[in-house]
């Protein structure tokens, strides 16, 4: 086992078939996940980056290869509640990952299918509402509740699993940006705070601006790996595999094909107006 | 110039004369031309979707009316099924209604409605793929083995089939990718090139209401609190800044540079708006501390 990694991915294969077709999905694939890090996974549709993530926690089994959770490997079946006890999944549809009627027995569930005390469970039920910010509503109806507001349920419910790393599956695709921004923030606090680690799969760059890694993914292969700053700066690779290039490295890109004197490794809006500022007055103006 | 749709005083109650009675749309008015392309932004719960299911009586005004062409569209009820189909609706996440078994018969189905069949009903969808760049070899595809972003091309293909002279989407991009993304704009854009169409579009996306509508109409709890061209709503920040909305992100660089005393002296919405406006400034060589 590589020291402090929470997940090793070992030269991974899947497929799907079916009667008439074989599609391999992913191939060959390898990946290490370190303890409390904040990994955003980015990648078009078909790009392979959902089922990686169905990989992860043993939803989806390799035809070839290995995944390691904490050292488990997840074809074991004696250890599958323990696997998917340590990595929680968020989907991208709310509405599909609720199923009770309140709020905090939503939340339970997953508790108490753990066999823990009463106490225990309201200790832990509590705790993850307040994580999310949600405790105030914990006696409401989810169905009353806003997109953010009930995916940040959806999020509790595995936090309240006490797991070492959530992933995520676009789970602000079908949000509002605000609720796009409530969520954000909500992982990125668990993940300072709780020390949970975090794979964030998305196509929103902006989403992935305080991530310490970014991996783009492309034909079930890695196709970048690096910091978010020079990902998102390589607005030629992202074009080849069909991502959006952040609109602000798009500006300073343009103005730099205009003939301006810019440094196009910025992203924030504040570094591109210091930026852009710094053109000017280097022209003396 | 009469409008091609009039809205009026338009006020959708819901749950009528019980404790939860609200209004989701609440007096809203205004009026859209022909070949307009009019893009509605507001929070969830902003009562936008309400108000779009009333423009082609999906459902009915609790009061006010709405104008087609200069009729009430509600004046001869048993008519609203042709009001349907000269005005239609794209709701948000369309594949999902998707059910036939193949994409032609998918896109047949609305057309077919109209009454629509034999050779007629076939060069309608002959004409609407080649338009919207739909290969042939799709047609005798299940719909249900493309992608995502393909089975949404297919949904609203089958409402632009029927030919409507205003076309409504409730978020059309919502959820897609990038390239998905570009391709369904394409659509919007070419069917609207073609037919001299009127658009109105909801979407949370700035940068592409920036791109594509000549007028933005900003709802927040059920109200009306501007209608007006694209420069003019994102020029009004601190309106959008009130209820919660974004601006597009060229335009919150500008607003920076602006606190930190750069000269701007006009709003930049897009990204080839800056460009030409950083240009001239330079050219101008204008000195500023």
Redesign the interface.
């Known amino acids: 086992m590589i020291k402090d990694s929470i997940i090793e991915v070992k030269n991974v294969t899947f497929e799907y078939s079916n009667s008439e077709k074989t599609k391999t999905v992913i191939e060959n694939f390898s990946l290490n996940i370190v303890r409390g890090s904040f990994t955003v996974i980015l990648g078009?549709?078909?790009s392979g980056k959902s089922t990686l993530a169905k990989l992860l926690n043993g939803l989806y089994k390799p035809d070839s290869g290995d995944v390691l959770v904490d050292g488990i490997n997840t074809k074991d079946e004696k250890y599958e509640l323990e696997v998917k006890r340590r990595v929680g999944m968020v989907f991208?549809n709310p509405d599909n990952q609720l199923l009770a009627s309140v709020v905090e027995e939503d939340v339970a569930f997953g508790p108490e299918n753990l066999g823990l005390s009463p106490q225990e469970i309201r200790n832990r039920v509590d705790s993850s509402l307040k994580a999310v910010d949600m405790y105030d509503f914990r006696k409401n109806a989810p169905h009353h509740l806003?997109?953010g507001q009930k995916q940040r349920i959806a999020i509790a419910g595995i936090i309240a699993m006490e797991p070492e790393c959530i992933v995520l599956d676009?789970p602000t695709?079908?949000?509002?940006?605000?609720?796009r921004k409530e969520i954000i923030k909500t992982i990125e606090k668990l993940n300072k705070e709780k020390n949970i680690t975090v794979i964030l799969i998305t196509?929103f760059m902006e989403e992935a601006q305080n991530a310490d890694r970014v991996i783009v993914m492309n034909d079930g292969a890695v196709y970048a790996d690096d910091t978010p700053i020079n990902v998102f700066s390589d607005a030629q690779m992202l074009k080849n595999v069909?991502?959006?290039v952040?609109?602000?490295t798009?500006?300073l890109l343009?103005?730099k094909n205009?003939?301006?004197n810019v440094d196009t490794k910025n992203i924030s809006?504040?570094e591109?107006?210091?930026t852009?500022?710094k053109a000017?007055h280097s022209?003396g103006? | 110039m009469q409008p091609i749709l009039e809205v009026k005083n338009l006020t959708h109650t819901y749950d009528e004369s019980t404790p939860f009675s609200f209004d989701a749309v609440n007096d809203v008015s205004f009026s859209v031309f022909q070949g307009e392309i009019i893009g509605i932004i507001g929070?969830?719960?902003s009562g936008k979707s309400t108000l779009v299911q009333h423009l082609n009586g999906l459902i009915k005004p609790s009061s006010g009316k709405i104008l087609y062409n200069g009729t009430d569209i509600w004046e001869k009820p048993k008519e609203i099924k042709k009001i349907r189909s000269e005005i239609g609706l794209v709701f948000q996440y369309p594949e999902y209604q998707l059910f036939e078994e193949t994409v032609y018969k998918d896109i047949a189905f609305g057309p077919k409605n109209m009454g629509l069949d034999g050779e007629e009903l076939d060069k309608r969808i002959r004409d609407i793929c080649s338009l919207l760049e739909i290969n042939n070899e799709y047609l005798d595809k299940s719909p249900f083995d493309l992608?995502?972003?393909e089975k949404r091309r297919i949904a609203i293909a089958g409402v632009m089939a029927m030919n409507p002279k205003v076309i409504i989407f409730d978020e059309p991009i919502?959820?897609?990718?990038?390239?998905?993304r570009k391709s369904v704009i394409k659509m919007i854009e070419d069917y609207r090139k073609r037919y001299n169409a009127t658009v109105i579009i909801i979407s949370?996306n700035m940068?592409d209401m920036a791109q594509l509508a000549d007028k933005l109409l900003v709802m927040n709890k059920g109200k009306l609190i501007k209608f007006d061209t694209v420069a003019n709503v994102f020029g009004d920040d601190q309106t959008l800044k009130s209820i919660?909305?974004?601006v597009?992100?060229?335009t919150?660089?500008?607003s920076?540079?602006k606190e930190?005393g750069?000269p701007v002296s006009k709003k930049i919405f897009t990204?080839?708006d800056?460009?030409s406006y950083?240009?001239e400034?330079?050219e101008r060589?204008?000195?500023?501390a």
């Open positions: 078009h549709n078909g991208q806003s997109g676009e695709a079908m949000l509002d940006p605000k609720g196509h069909g991502l959006d952040p609109q602000t798009e500006l343009s103005l205009s003939g301006f809006i504040e591109t107006a210091d852009i500022l000017f022209e103006i | 929070h969830t719960g992608s995502g972003g919502a959820g897609l990718d990038p390239i998905g949370h940068e919660g909305l974004n597009p992100i060229v919150k660089v500008f920076n540079l930190k750069f990204i080839e800056a460009v950083l240009l400034l330079k060589g204008e000195h500023f």
